[in-house]
């Protein structure tokens, strides 16, 4: 089992920015991918980004590319979003995911085993 808890979540004005952050503890020593999604009510969860745990290499939903910025501390078993120039259209909850294993796609919710609780990002215009 893996738990993951999310903070940095919070109300920020449209053009600024928030650190997301997610430490994993548990079975941590078999993390292949960590990735964030977000999901507005009545809508389904969507990909935000994803890193691998080794190596580091990362993928991004168009939405965001040049706008935020995912990466790791190995060491503290922790990933992190970084979100600039934010706009009233990333309000969502962010989920916090995590692949154990090869599970498929990274922009696929279903590659993901393990889930955080969520954390509010509100922007307002």
């Known amino acids: 089992q893996v738990q993951l808890v999310e903070s940095g979540g919070g109300l920020v004005q449209a053009g600024g920015s928030l650190r997301l952050s997610c430490v994993a503890s548990g079975r941590t020593f078999s993390t292949y991918r960590m990735g964030w999604f977000r999901q507005v009510p009545g809508k389904e969860r969507d990909f935000v980004a994803a890193?691998?745990?080794?190596?580091?290499?990362?993928d991004y939903a168009d939405s965001v590319k040049g706008r935020f910025t995912i990466s790791r501390d190995i060491a503290k078993n922790t990933v992190y979003l970084q979100m600039n120039n934010l706009k009233p259209e990333d309000t969502a909850v962010y989920y916090c995911?995590?692949?154990?294993?090869?599970?498929?796609?990274?922009?696929?919710?279903?590659?993901?085993?393990?889930w955080g609780q969520g954390t509010q990002v509100t922007v307002s215009s």
């Open positions: 995911a995590h692949e154990p294993l090869f599970g498929g796609p990274p922009s696929y919710s279903t590659s993901y085993r393990y």
């Open positions: 890193i691998r745990w080794s190596g580091g290499s990362t």
